[in-house]
């Protein structure tokens, strides 16, 4: 697991500045003036800061942009980050500069000067979660501990809302090392495991296995895992930290490794399909999220895990399928699976939990990276409500959401001559007939969301928050509609 920096909150105190040998991290408004701790600084340093601050470097930086002196003279540090941040910076400067201070530092030991600034939380946010590397396949992987100490005016005030930051982050970084990891690594049995390990903090799991899965009539996602060695599972989590209320449902896809089946993908970039289970990655690091910061919010995570692979015992085309809903689907295309998995269980969830809500997330077509590139995810929903409530939570998180179109005229594109559907609408508009199919098995009374998330959930380039690889997208949105939007729900008892 990919450490969280060691974080400690203290209050203001210049000689353990001094003696700091890591690096210091000072917030300079654009004004160019220094508080009371960088005036000290400054004349330990014989006016280095302050001819910094009366430099072209300095003048010419954007807000959210970073400065380095190293090796100060006067000082034990290794070296001095001047951030440019004013008072009033908004949390999307605060969280970029702490970015910033992650890809510049190459020292694993800082202090950060933070004083009186209010936005400390998403300043540490931003460096917390760039700070991340995924080493559990090197062999010679570097020592990555990190210290992060936040030198602030009251320990009171700042360190509950860093501290719950940093619980999200565990989240994040939870979801990415899954995500990251290869399929060898990662099987369906290893992910059940580590979701099991989750009931640590307090999460219900429970681990449905194949004879429970067949008896419970989930044909469509079995035969997607019945070529491969690796048994299918679906996971139940359960987070009860609200009342007597019915849960809010997360649902995942997790394919952990998608060769497309019979209708085998071609050879090159098919390595990439180790994070077709990146829905279910953020089902997982969400809900881990959630425990860790204690929401009040009854939460229910269910994701799919299975292997689609060729074999003997593979599902062909043309296999017709029938779902625990009792539909059947004929299946065209073997590669178009994460909608067969996502199918049952869908079912499943709203018959056991009848949930408030409910959203699933799917590393499903390659057509949204089409549509939308790799800043945001497809939003697909029954519900303008819930729709608006979760892109807002993204906007607020510098998460990219966009709201797709469904509609009753695309599905057309999924009548099948013998069965009751297909499992794939053609090539147009492959991502919408993709959640068309999906609501076949939503009921109607049910708010749901589907989150296309195969753009997003892992980048050949870094994004603004996270360097290549798994990014963790969701996870901070989907705890953040929790918090607006579903805590505190229960009715306080009448009379
Ligand atoms: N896992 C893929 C979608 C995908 C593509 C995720 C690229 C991430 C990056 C999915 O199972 C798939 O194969 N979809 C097909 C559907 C088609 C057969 C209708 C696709 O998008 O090509
Ligand atoms: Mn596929
Ligand atoms: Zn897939």
């Known amino acids: 697991m990919t450490p969280l920096p060691k974080l400690s909150v203290i209050e203001m105190n210049f000689d353990a500045s001094l003696n700091h040998d890591g690096q210091l991290v000072i917030l300079v408004s654009e004004d160019g003036k220094l508080d009371d701790f ?143 990891a290869p399929a060898n690594i990662l099987t369906t049995s290893s992910f059940a495991d580590q979701l099991l ?62 060769t497309g089946g019979i209708s085998l993908k071609p050879a090159a970039g098919m390595e990439d399909m180790t994070m077709d289970m990146g829905g279910a990655g953020v089902v997982a690091g969400a809900m881990k999220a959630l425990a860790l910061r204690k929401a009040k919010a009854n939460v229910v995570g269910v994701v799919g895990l299975v292997e689609n692979m060729p074999s003997g015992n593979a599902t062909r085309p043309g296999d017709v399928i029938k779902s625990m809903k009792g539909d059947t689907v004929e299946v065209i295309n073997t590669d ?13 969830t709203q018959e056991r939990f009848n949930p408030t809500g409910m959203i699933d997330l799917a590393t499903l077509t390659g057509a949204i990276i089409i549509g939308l590139g790799h800043e945001m995810a497809g939003v697909f929903s029954n519900s303008d409500i819930l729709s608006k409530q979760f892109i807002s939570a993204a906007t ?57 998330i195969a753009g997003v959930a892992s980048i050949a380039q870094e994004s603004a928050f996270s360097p290549k690889g798994a990014t963790g997208w969701g996870v901070r949105a989907l705890n953040r509609m929790i918090a607006d939007h579903y805590e505190g729900m229960e009715q306080e008892p009448s009379g």
């Not at 930086?61 to 440019?84: C, E, H, R």
């Not at 219900?204 to 491969?228: A, F």
């Not at 178009?336 to 499943?348: K, Q, S, T």
């Open 38 to 180: 960088g005036g000290r600084l400054n004349k330990l340093m014989n006016g280095a800061i302050d001819r910094a601050l009366a430099s072209d470097d300095f003048h010419s930086l954007d807000l959210g942009k970073v400065l380095l002196l190293s090796y100060p003279a006067g000082l034990k540090a290794q070296g001095l980050t001047i951030a440019k941040l004013n008072q009033n910076s908004g949390v999307y400067e605060t969280r970029a500069c702490g970015v910033e201070i992650a890809k510049t530092v190459k020292c694993k030991s800082i202090l950060i000067l933070n004083g009186e600034f209010q936005k400390a939380a998403d300043l540490v946010e931003g460096l917390a979660l760039r700070n991340y590397d995924y080493r559990d396949q090197k062999t010679h992987a570097k020592n990555t501990d990190f210290d992060l100490q936040v030198m602030v005016q009251s320990v009171q005030e700042y360190s509950d809302k860093i501290n719950e930051k940093l619980a999200v982050i565990d989240g994040v970084f939870f979801t990415r090392d899954l995500i990251n």
């Open 197 to 258: 390990a989750l009931s640590e903090l307090g999460i219900i799991v429970e681990v449905l296995d194949e004879p429970e899965l067949e008896k419970l009539g989930m044909r469509t996602l079995l035969c997607v895992g019945q070529g491969s060695v690796s048994p299918s599972k679906v996971v139940v989590m359960h987070w009860n930290g609200g009342g007597s209320e019915a849960p809010f449902a997360f649902v995942g896809k997790g394919v952990v490794f998608d």
């Open 336 to 348: 178009a699976e994460g909608r067969l998995v996502l199918a049952d269980i869908l079912w499943y």
């Open 396 to 452: 607020a998180e510098g998460e990219g959401a966009w709201r797709m179109p469904l509609g009753q005229a695309y599905d057309k594109q999924l009548k099948s001559r013998i069965a009751d559907m297909k499992n794939v609408g053609g090539r147009a508009a492959s991502s919408i007939t993709a959640g068309q199919f999906l609501k076949r098995f939503v009921k109607d009374n049910t708010p749901w969301a589907h989150l296309d």
